[in-house]
């Protein structure tokens, strides 16, 4: 089934979309991701929520828990918050369990294009009888506000995620109508969407406000986008337009609730990015995921209404994170503490918080700036989250989950099964299973690669049916064999994303070799013809192993180096290694080598250099002394950090000391 063709917003615009997520199949390296999901993921995030208690709060044929957990954003101050277990004992209700069963249905829903699983498709069928049942008279629908804390709906947006839910429950209406073909759950969100918007928005008598956690305005878009209706789009821009306004929303509330505005658990209004009006920002600050999935519905709204104000903005937040405030792997939001950003160049390795949900919305983010045209700038960085920093958080079997993803570990950082606060698991689930849709975005006569891997995408051009092949190893080898197939003859352009790491590229068609400098522009080559069926596409990527340094200005990095290749940046595990990792020194001399370990870790490929390590005879009977310690020659493995723990816990590094 695909979506209907997108609001009319009444301006003309060249604006790429996503290719919809079954007319994509990926196979390869995102093939093994998406079968993880697929045959494993999906029905753990469903067991999990049942375990967890959510069922009880929106079920309203069961009686109401009725215990009130006085809310604090997920505190990672809490001691049991680090490899913490659900036990089923310490939480019965939480304000934003209806965001996670959102998310695994919105889960579900992509996996089933994959697999059939008509148990599981049973069960989200009597999860969204549920929400039916709980929905009132009037389209509200909450199961926090409804069984939890009844009468104080639409008091306090600031703390409280009523609209994130909200949104989130929408993404997984949007994907299980999608999937299914089934629009209860579509038409349930479309009622409480009316509601929302008759109770907030612009016009008089209603209310100012807007969500301290965003999600509900990338969420109306792809409400907007599926039925059509412009409605939904107009209410996300209202809640775009109005963020950060003065008075400010967030104080008229604490007010009217009879609370201090001041007396605000984060201090400062930055934690929601609600500080100024978006179209002013011009530092990534706050919670990191609130960031994230904030540009990317400015990105949505720069798309669908040509908006050059807000994509101006969303370029100096991008500069701001990217040159300043990310690590290498692509993951963000160094600090616990506001599970967010700090200062310029503030990336600590061992203490990094680098949530796994942050890192899959800057690969939202970056994939909607791809909606105003193909651009490396975005692609890469995507490509960079995908590859690193995102699919870090979930096991290689599907099983298991990250919270933290951090850069450094002495051996205690493992895996959970679950956590009280369980927004990662199915964020990073819905990401992997809909994982086709990132590779291509498609505009009236242009169609762009953004990312290389064993795949079959199919879409309509022009009025023309094309299938168009991708043939390919990556990310373990850059060559990539594209074959086209269109039902007839077809013009259009094809744009293919050269990435800033490839040291050279070298283009065919149909197997005359191509200039890639004259035909290319902000990092996509651009083959305009008419395509027939067979022409073919032949692109190599030269992935040379590289040698990464930070800028002096992050401390945490000094006189080291990372390694990367192709879109993998690399790690140490002690697994593979006999020293000590903060003993290792890489020297600036040393080979490396890549090599192919078909058996380890599901098939990757391994870096390993001679390295030097700090010896530990002599020091037996002291803390200090004179003379540096010995150093001995020893053979040094690397792994995609993507797949570190996922054998026996251990030590972690990425960033080596320098020789
Ligand atoms: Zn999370």
């Known amino acids: 089934m695909t979506a209907s063709p997108s609001a009319k917003t009444g301006k003309p615009k060249l604006a790429f979309r996503p290719l919809p997520v079954p007319h994509v199949d990926v196979h390869g390296f995102w093939g093994d991701r998406a079968d993880a999901v697929a045959t494993?993921?999906?029905d753990i995030l469903y067991d999990r929520c049942v375990e967890a208690g959510m069922l009880e709060q929106i079920d309203p044929d069961r009686p109401s828990p009725g215990v009130v957990i006085p809310f604090h954003s997920p505190s990672p101050d809490e001691a049991d918050r680090q490899g913490a277990e659900f036990t089923g004992s310490t939480v019965t209700t939480q304000m934003f369990w209806d965001s996670d069963l959102g998310k695994t249905i919105e889960t579900a829903a992509y996996s089933l294009y994959r697999r059939k699983n008509p148990e599981l498709e049973a069960k989200i069928d009597a999860v969204i009888d549920m929400y039916g049942k709980l929905?009132?008279?009037?389209?509200?629908?909450?199961?926090w506000y409804q069984r939890i804390q009844p009468g104080k709906r639409w008091t306090n947006l600031r703390d409280c995620h009523e609209l994130y839910c909200a949104g989130h429950l929408i993404e997984g209406a949007v994907a299980y109508y999608q999937a299914t073909g089934k629009r209860k759950l579509l038409d349930?969100?479309?009622r409480y969407a009316d509601h929302i918007a008759s109770v907030l928005g612009p016009e008089p008598g209603k209310k100012k406000g807007y969500c301290g956690h965003e999600e509900i305005e990338?969420?109306?878009?792809k409400l907007a986008r599926?039925?059509?209706?412009?409605?939904?789009?107009?209410?996300?821009?209202?809640?775009i337009d109005q963020r950060g306004q003065q008075p400010h929303y967030f104080d008229e509330e604490a007010r009217a609730r009879g609370a201090d505005p001041k007396a605000y658990h984060f201090k400062t209004y930055e934690y929601s990015q609600s500080h100024i009006p978006v179209r002013d920002q011009d530092k990534v600050v706050g919670h990191a995921v609130r960031a994230m999935y904030l540009y990317s519905g400015m990105a949505d709204i720069a798309t669908e209404y040509g908006d050059d104000s807000l994509r101006v903005a969303l370029d100096r937040l991008w500069d701001d994170l990217t040159t300043k405030?990310?690590?290498i792997t692509g993951g963000l939001g160094p600090s616990a503490h506001n599970e967010g950003f700090t200062s310029d160049y503030d990336l600590p390795n061992e203490s990094a918080y680098a949530e796994t949900c942050a890192a899959v919305g800057l690969v939202f983010w970056a994939s909607r700036m791809l909606g105003m045209g193909p651009n490396a700038r975005y692609a890469d960085m995507m490509e960079r989250a995908l590859?690193?920093?995102?699919i870090s958080g979930l096991s290689l079997d599907g099983s298991l989950f990250f919270y933290e993803n951090p850069l450094e570990s002495r051996g205690r950082h493992v895996r959970w099964k679950w956590h009280r606060c369980p927004c990662c698991p199915p964020n990073i689930g819905r990401m992997v299973a809909s994982i086709g849709s990132y590779f291509y975005s498609l505009a009236d006569d242009a169609l762009a690669v953004h990312l290389y891997g064993d795949s079959t995408a199919r879409f309509d051009i022009a009025g023309t049916a094309v299938s168009l092949t991708q043939a390919s190893r990556y990310p373990w080898d850059g060559a990539v064999e594209i074959t086209l197939k269109p039902q007839a003859p077809v013009e259009f352009t094809l744009h293919l994303r050269i990435p800033a790491w490839s040291s050279s590229a070298a283009l065919q068609v149909n197997g005359e070799a191509v200039d890639l400098g004259e035909m290319t522009s902000d990092g996509y080559a651009a083959i305009r013809r008419t395509w027939k069926k067979g022409d073919s596409v032949r692109l190599d990527l030269e992935m040379p192993i590289e040698r990464l340094y930070a800028n002096p200005?992050?401390?945490?990095?000094?006189?080291?180096?990372?390694l990367s290749r192709g879109p993998l940046i690399y790690c140490v595990e002690a697994s593979d290694n006999d020293s000590r990792l903060h003993r290792l020194t890489l020297p600036r001399t040393a080979e490396i080598e890549a090599h192919e370990a078909p058996g380890l870790l599901g098939g990757v490929v391994t870096l390993s250099a001679t390295a030097r390590a700090d010896a530990g005879d002599g020091w037996q009977d002291g803390l200090y002394r004179s003379e540096p310690p010995a150093s001995v020659e020893t053979r040094m493995t690397a792994i995609p950090y993507f797949a570190w723990d996922n054998r026996e816990p251990g030590e972690m590094l990425v960033w080596l000391r320098d020789g």
Do not use: H, P, W
């Open 40 to 42: 494993r993921t999906a």
């Open 135 to 143: 929905q009132q008279e009037d389209g509200y629908l909450s199961s």
């Open 188 to 190: 349930i969100m479309c």
């Open 218 to 221: 990338l969420a109306l878009v």
């Open 226 to 239: 599926v039925t059509g209706e412009q409605k939904y789009m107009e209410l996300a821009k209202y809640f």
């Open 325 to 327: 405030n990310l690590y």
């Open 387 to 390: 590859y690193n920093g995102s």
């Open 553 to 562: 200005e992050v401390r945490q990095d000094a006189g080291r180096v990372a």
